[in-house]
Nanobody, 120 residues
């Protein structure tokens, strides 16, 4: 069984910073793309940033220059450093990973989400 567990969310004032982590565990054979997504109340889930196994990154325009995605392949862990946070960054942040297991084909897995609240 594969689990993705996010941590690091919380309440922060506008202009502040938070660092999210996503740890993948279980019978993982290899991880391809990992990514952060977010969903604000009343809105659809949207892409925040993705990172490939080789380290190539992609960001939503709304977070470019403020957020940095990274990963530690040895630890099957991904991070999101969020700086200069704005109230509109308030959302539940989810991590996702496309991976293969020792017993199954390539597919996407999701974490349970972590709340990020930015006060003005």
């Amino acid at each position: 069984q594969v689990q993705l567990v996010e941590s690091g969310g919380g309440l922060v004032q506008a202009g502040g910073s938070l660092r999210l982590s996503c740890a993948a565990s279980g019978s993982i054979f290899s991880i391809n793309v990992m990514g952060w997504y977010r969903q604000a109340p009343g809105k659809q889930r949207e892409l925040v940033a993705t990172i490939s196994g080789g380290g190539s990154t992609n960001y939503a325009d709304s977070v470019k220059g403020r957020f940095t995605i990274s990963r530690d392949n040895a630890k099957n862990t991904m991070y999101l450093q969020m700086n200069s946070l704005k109230p509109e960054d308030t959302a539940v942040y989810y991590c996702g990973a496309e991976l293969t297991t020792a017993w199954g084909p390539l597919r996407a897995y999701w974490g349970q989400g972590t709340q990020v609240t930015v006060s003005s």
